[in-house]
């Protein structure tokens, strides 16, 4: 369109222009003519006097007459007169010369030709160009109009070629979007030879090898998940009896010979150490197959960090500090994932572990702190992920499943855990359990008045279903 456009226009402002010089040059060469043999017949009518030469050119052309003799004006119109002269071309006929000049009077457009007649007389003759300007205005509108016409055409001609020529793309684009979501069955049509032809036939080759490559490591994963489970469960039933003599050795280990008492002690240490691997193992494998199920119940989340801490006997190691924060969770989750960041810091962080229980802003959190060497930043965003251990000879008594069993435990809760640490400084793993994902209860006294939360809380919990 812009190239039509700007031709056209540039083709019609051309042939505007030509055409407007040759006319106006034509009508300059007709008045020049006949002023010529005006001039010519003018000393036979004037000393008849001024009405009869302007009589007689009445009926040689159509044009008004000017005259001045003897210092005298006369006029055929009342419409002009010498007061309609332009005064350069008065100084021009003053110097004997012919000369013309266009001027608009009352609206309408002369060509103004004059000359002198003998040494007291000069002439003017207007000659009307209204017609030609008229004839002008058309052919502007007319060039207008076509130049218009054509800038349409061209505009639907190239949408009609562009949409053609990109409607390839625009598949290929709702193609990709569609891979792109997960609809690995999509190809794109096959039409003809040409540069879209190849493009389309690489695009089906790419979603045919990508399509095949997700589906093996659909079925690697799917395998390795079945493994899991497998080992697991074909280890629980030697592992159970493993167990049990385990603990009929531990029984017997003071009876036991000063030799034998270490080796026994340290099979005691690795058979529970194998049970805790197996158990993890089968929870993981329980979180790939999806049947793990959450039940909620009203949960004083202090009590049950504190709770967990005596029972792992970590309430000595361990300094807590725990605000009233009732909620609707899963007790054994979130008791499960507080034992494995508690543990996992007393592991790796060894000293002064705190845990701090509250709610701020952006909900209920159980915050963990050690101030242990603190874990280097390229291992942080690793930590969550199955068997990954920060120290490369995977040395310590645990199995690696530890934070991602917790990880996966708060994504069922809907909350989520944070990660800060600093070389030097310590750790800091933070659980949080926004509002969205657990619903804040007022604690009530004996008497059944609120001793903690608003009275929006209260309406809360007296507005919900059981």
Do not use: C
Not at 59 to 85: E, H, M, N, Y
Not at 113 to 139: I, K, M
Not at 423 to 429: I, K
């Amino acid at each position: 369109m812009l190239a039509v456009g700007v031709s056209a226009a540039a083709l019609a402002a051309g042939s505007y222009f030509v055409v407007r010089h040759n006319l106006l040059a034509d009508s300059v060469d007709n008045a020049a003519r006949q002023a010529r043999r005006n001039l010519v017949v003018a000393p036979a009518y004037l000393p008849q006097g001024s009405n009869k030469l302007i009589q007689a050119y009445q009926r040689s052309g159509d044009f008004l007459t000017v005259g001045i003799q003897g210092g005298q004006p006369f006029s055929s119109s009342v419409s002009a007169g010498v007061r309609q002269v332009p005064t350069g071309l008065r100084s021009v006929v003053g110097k004997d010369q012919l000369g013309y000049q266009r001027e608009t009077v009352a609206g309408t457009h002369y060509l103004v030709v004059g000359g002198p007649v003998g040494r007291d007389t000069q002439l003017y003759f207007f000659f009307s160009e209204e017609n030609l300007w008229h004839e002008l205005a058309q052919l502007r509108n007319v060039l207008l109009v076509g130049v218009g016409i054509l800038v349409l055409v061209a505009g639907f001609v190239g949408a009609v070629l562009s949409r053609s020529t990109l409607r390839p793309v625009a598949r290929a684009s709702t193609a990709a979007r569609s891979l792109a979501e997960g609809l690995l069955e999509t190809r794109l049509p096959v039409t003809g030879r040409d540069e879209f032809g190849a493009w389309a036939e690489a695009f089906n080759e790419m979603a045919a090898a990508l399509e095949a490559k997700i589906a093996d490591l659909s079925a690697a994963q799917a395998r390795e998940r079945r493994f899991t489970a497998d080992v697991a469960h074909e280890l629980r039933t030697p592992l159970t009896a493993l167990v049990g003599e385990a603990s009929l050795l531990a029984d017997h280990l003071d009876s036991m010979p000063s030799a034998s008492r270490r080796p026994a002690e340290l099979l005691i240490a690795d058979v529970g150490r194998l049970r805790r691997l197996v158990e993890d193992l089968m929870e993981i494998s329980r979180f790939d197959a999806g049947r793990e199920s959450v039940q909620t119940e009203r949960v004083d989340l202090g009590s049950l960090t504190a709770g967990a801490l005596r029972a792992r006997g970590w309430d000595g190691r361990v300094r807590l500090d725990a605000e009233e924060v009732v909620i609707r969770s899963d007790a054994r989750r979130l008791e499960r994932i507080v034992s494995n960041l508690v543990g996992n810091a007393l592991e790796h962080g060894g000293r002064d572990v705190a845990v701090r229980v509250g709610r701020d802003a952006l909900g209920t959190f159980v915050e963990v702190v050690d101030r242990g060497p603190g874990i280097p930043p390229e291992h942080v965003p690793h930590l969550f992920e199955r068997f990954y251990k920060a120290d490369a000879a995977r040395s310590g008594r645990g199995t690696g499943l530890g934070l991602a069993i917790a990880h996966e435990n708060a994504r069922l809760l809907g909350g989520e855990i944070e990660v800060w640490s600093e070389l030097g400084e310590g750790s800091r793993f933070t659980l949080r359990l926004r509002p969205s994902a657990s619903v804040t209860e007022p604690l009530r006294t004996g008497d059944g008045s609120v001793s903690s939360g608003d009275e929006d809380a209260v309406h809360h919990e007296q507005g919900r279903s059981p």
